[in-house]
């Protein structure tokens, strides 16, 4: 790493030193942009400029449980940077929630939104409030609650806020029919709301459908191959982790284990997803009851036990650095040759070299999972224009937006000499559009 990017990372380690998951990514990020730093970028002082927010917003939600007790909660909306666009990116309400994790989600959103092609900024929000086990009356008076101090920072042209873990359609629609109540503005705010109140079909789909596209776009540029026979474990089985199976099967793959939080199923013969995903619609069902359809499955107590399934394909599709060195080496020792983040940022630093060092293909989260931001892109499209595509429509829109986030990246990464790099290649061509923008706007 050279001299300024790494005074800056030296800086920044001190000034946040316990905020993990923001240096992780944040050390990611400065060691593969080195080469494509000019010296028009230090004398601007691009880089720290990118690295902070433009503004975080950190907030207390009150609300009274079934139980007549008054539950407290942080939250956060980081409003990351808006040189392309209004701020976009999910709000994610689990207990692990916490500002480091926001901050994290929040950088690599602005990056993975401006490889989208899409007029789009970079933020992130959520809440340490858990909906699992929630009454329908908490998660309603929960949303509503957050939204009264939110509903302030936020509009269709200022920064739009989606789902992401715990917050699905329904979560998104008591959020926006709050806000639509104290602002009495009916606009697109929200992405990721289900079609009857304005969403875009497909937009479910996007993130698990544009991973799968992604990857045929891989397995087809660095192997001449296809989806067809290859076997694939996922994990995580909320709505990147499903759809990304569903698709994988309907591409020709068999997916033969997935885990949630309680557990890991396995058939090496294939696993049902269709009947996978009636299980999981209800976020309070756990995967072991999936035996009751599939008895010739085998169920294990610990989610971890699927890294060492014998596979070809891995798709880490549940949370942050849920796959560490060990199952990296499992996952090579057992002849797995491509792994594909569906989440942010789900592989270790350790892990992720490991892959390198043993020519692992590896579809870095903000190119690979941009899915779900480009179909939201063409969810704030549809409400502006009044109209709504079809879902063979957004589908179509979301391959070529998949295949054309990868071919840049690729090129990116054969012109910097590191072809198999798309990690370095996806980091470089997100920085070098932002660059080029905040060299246009001046200093601001
Ligand atoms: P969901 O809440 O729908 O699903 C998360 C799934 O992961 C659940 O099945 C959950 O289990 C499981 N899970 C969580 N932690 C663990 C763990 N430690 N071990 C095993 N399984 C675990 O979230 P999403 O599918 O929306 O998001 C998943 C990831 O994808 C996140 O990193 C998110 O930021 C990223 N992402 C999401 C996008 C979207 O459009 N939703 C877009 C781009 C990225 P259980 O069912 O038991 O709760």
């Known amino acids: 790493m050279n001299k300024y990017l790494n005074d800056l990372l030296i800086k920044y380690e001190k000034k946040y030193a316990h905020e993990t998951e923001f240096l992780q990514s944040l050390r990611k990020m400065l060691a593969s942009i080195e080469e494509c730093i000019l010296p028009k970028h230090e004398k601007l002082n691009i880089v720290e400029r990118l690295i902070e927010a433009d503004k ?7 609300y009274l449980n079934d139980k007549n007790e008054v539950c407290v909660h942080n939250a956060y909306r980081i409003q990351h940077n808006a040189l392309l666009g209004p701020y976009k990116g999910g709000m994610r309400f689990t207990p692990s929630v916490n500002l480091s994790i926001i901050k994290f989600l929040a950088f690599e959103q602005t990056f993975k939104n401006a490889l989208t092609g899409l007029p789009l900024g970079g933020g992130k929000g959520g809440s340490d409030f858990d909906p699992r086990g929630k009454s329908d009356g908490e998660i309603i008076r929960f949303c509503q609650a957050l939204m009264t101090t939110l509903y302030q920072h936020i509009s269709q042209f200022l920064d739009v806020p989606a789902g992401d873990i715990g917050v699905s359609d329904k979560e998104v629609g008591y959020m926006y029919g709050m806000y639509k109540k ?8 929200f992405t990721g709301k289900n079609p009857v109140s304005g969403g875009s079909l497909g937009r479910k789909e996007a993130t698990g459908y544009g991973l799968c596209f992604f990857v045929e776009k891989m397995l087809n540029t660095y192997r001449n191959d296809t989806f067809i026979g290859k076997k694939i474990i996922v994990s995580g089985s909320g709505n990147v982790g499903i759809h990304a199976a569903e698709k994988a099967v309907r591409l020709g793959a068999k997916v033969i284990a997935v885990n949630d939080i309680s557990g890991c199923i396995v058939n090496e013969n294939g696993l049902d997803i269709e009947a996978l995903k009636q299980l999981k619609n209800d976020r309070n069902r756990q995967i072991k009851d999936y035996l009751k359809v599939d008895s010739k499955s085998t169920f294990y107590a610990d989610p971890k036990q699927i890294w060492t399934v014998k596979c070809d394909l891995a798709f880490p599709c549940a949370t942050q650095n849920e796959l560490n060195l060990y199952d990296a080496k499992l ?16 592989v270790e630093s350790e892990a992720l070299e ?3 060092l043993h020519d692992v293909l590896f579809a870095p989260g903000k190119a690979a999972n941009a899915g779900g931001v480009a179909a939201s892109g063409l969810e704030m499209t549809q409400n502006s224009m009044r109209l709504f595509y079809t879902f063979e429509e957004v589908e179509t829109k979301l391959k070529a937006i998949m295949e054309n986030i990868f071919t840049e990246i690729y090129e990116t990464a054969k012109k ?3 072809p198999f790099d798309l990690q370095k290649g996806a980091n470089i061509c997100a920085f070098i559009k ?3 923008a905040m060299e246009n706007q001046g200093i601001i």
């Not at 975080?56 to 009150?62: D, E, G, L, M």
């Not at 104290?182 to 705010?189: A, C, F, Q, R």
């Open 56 to 62: 975080v917003i950190t907030f207390r939600v009150s």
């Open 182 to 189: 104290l602002t009495g503005e009916p606009g697109g705010v």
């Open 331 to 346: 996952l090579v020792k057992n002849g797995c040759f491509l792994v594909a983040e569906g989440a942010n940022m789900p």
């Open 354 to 356: 490991y892959f390198k």
């Open 416 to 418: 910097f000499k590191a």
């Open 434 to 436: 932002l660059a080029e």
